[in-house]
């Protein structure tokens, strides 16, 4: 018998199943137009724009033909937009796809065409703004990567059994009603390899080729579990390895700040032996390097509870370290791939932000340690952004720190899930729907990035410590608020 071919009839329907693909033409060409209207201006009147006639005045045209030229672009993509989504409600999916490569591949090739153009007669030098080649362009990269290879991850992850059922997989902590796709882990550091293979100088540097074999442990691990839950001892063993081979490639800690006082130096506990040279081990730099990449890996997970939220604290943690790192980028420039890297994560993030908000169609699963994992490091690559780390991921860390002492005065091992996260808490007793927590938990990490991006020293210090006491009171209160609403949960 021949299977029923599901049709999407809503618009909303439509709209969901081809807006990846239609988030991707809109940002090239948005990219393109700005592209012209940033050059148009030093461009001569008359432009090579006839390749195929004889070397003359018959190959030239008005430069305002290259808008023509873009509007056409732009007609070709409205086109192939409302084609694919006559055949998505049809049921036939793998055409509406093609009408959506088929745009991407006449934009590209359009673009390429517009830019031999104009770099071939402009009375300037082309310079693109630093701001926009180090975290913009790669920003955008990742997040069109994400967009593009997230709905093959999913069909893999369904294909080959890495779900979530919730009939089946009995964790106390599962807020998910259906079975769903698990590897969101896998996306994530797709979007930011495949890239970074371009725009980053991996091969040259050691720290980056540790950090991104410790990220891609931490996916594969993820997929592991996935596919069969890992005994969380099991997954701690394996995390101390991943935290080790950042660490082995010079990432450590040298200072911790103070902002009422000396820096705490740890370089100058060390070991030193004589081996083909001298060379020196700081284990305290060591030890405390491997302690935060551990913790900040495992807390920011806590907050992978909920549809949503866990995209918007690697978003605004990695754009803040991009921003921080920019602003010192004359005192240290080496800084530059750092910056791309944190970019790159930013932009990760924004296209998992597509799969895993309310509803989500994509569990980030136990991979997501591999974006804490790169969050860390980055931070501690010039020591005073752990400050600024802590500040922006104040949630995750505080909620984290009440889960290890709660559990432990349970008797019960850290590692051990629980219903009583604060996206729990705010969802079962105060009757949020998952939108709201997701919200909740963007707009708060934005407002502590801006704090950490602003301010410095005692006044970041300050602005810290009132916020854990105004996130220790909400969560006190939260404690005495009514009972379970776990119905409302949507």
């Known amino acids: 018998m021949k299977p029923r071919i599901k049709k999407l009839g809503t618009i909303r329907d439509l709209f969901n199943e081809n807006l990846p693909y239609m988030i991707v033409i809109a940002i090239l060409l948005l990219s393109l137009a700005g592209y012209i209207q940033e050059n148009f201006r030093n461009l001569p009147f008359q432009i090579p724009l006839y390749y195929g006639l004889a070397w003359g005045p018959q190959q030239l045209g008005p430069r305002n033909y290259l808008w023509i030229f873009y509007s056409i672009l732009v007609l070709i993509g409205i086109i192939n937009s409302v084609m694919s989504m006559i055949e998505t409600r049809k049921g036939n999916y793998q055409i509406s796809k093609l009408y959506h490569y088929f745009s991407f591949f006449i934009i590209v090739t359009g673009s390429v065409f517009i830019h031999d153009t104009i770099s071939s007669v402009t009375l300037f030098n082309l310079e693109v703004p630093m701001i926009l080649r180090l975290i913009i362009l790669p920003m955008l990269a990742a997040g069109i990567t994400v967009l593009l290879v997230t709905p093959l991850v999913i069909k893999l992850a369904r294909r080959y059994g890495f779900m979530d059922d919730p009939l089946a997989h009995k964790h106390p902590g599962m807020l998910i009603k259906k079975p769903t796709p698990r590897a969101g882990g896998l996306a994530y550091y797709l979007g930011i390899i495949i890239p970074g293979l371009v725009v980053l100088p991996i091969l040259s540097s050691q720290k980056l080729i540790g950090i991104l074999i410790g990220a891609a442990i931490c996916v594969l691990v993820g997929l592991k579990d996935d596919k069969k839950d890992i005994h969380p001892i099991t997954r701690l063993l394996v995390q101390i390895l991943t935290v080790s081979i950042p660490v082995l490639s010079g990432i450590i800690l040298l200072y911790i700040p103070n902002p009422f006082g000396d820096a705490v130096v740890l370089d100058q506990y060390r070991i030193t032996f004589n081996f083909l040279g001298d060379h020196s081990v700081y284990y305290y730099s060591v030890l405390v390097a491997m302690l935060w990449m551990g913790v900040t890996m495992n807390f920011m997970s806590f907050a992978n509870g909920s549809d949503g939220a866990y995209a918007g604290l690697v978003f605004v943690a990695s754009f803040v370290i991009a921003i921080v790192m920019f602003q010192t980028l004359d005192v240290d420039p080496e800084q530059a791939m750092f910056i791309k890297l944190a970019a790159l994560s930013a932009g990760a993030a924004i296209g998992m932000a597509y799969f895993t908000w309310p509803p989500q169609k994509l569990l980030w699963g136990f991979g997501a340690t591999s974006a804490g994992l790169i969050i860390a490091a980055l931070s501690i690559i010039g020591s005073t952004k752990v400050a ?97 609403k776990e119905a409302t949960v949507k």
């Open 388 to 484: 600024v780390m802590l500040l922006v991921l104040l949630i995750p860390f505080f909620d984290g720190l009440v889960a290890v002492v709660r559990r432990i005065r349970r008797g019960q091992l850290p590692f051990w899930g629980d219903r009583e996260h604060l996206h729990h808490k705010l969802l079962f007793r105060l009757g949020w729907n998952k939108s709201k927590v997701a919200t909740f938990y963007w707009a708060s990490s934005i407002m502590l990035g801006v704090v950490g991006i602003l301010t410095s020293g005692k006044v970041r210090a300050l602005w810290a410590l009132t916020m854990v006491g105004i996130f220790f009171l909400g969560i006190a209160a939260l404690n005495f608020i009514g009972k379970d």
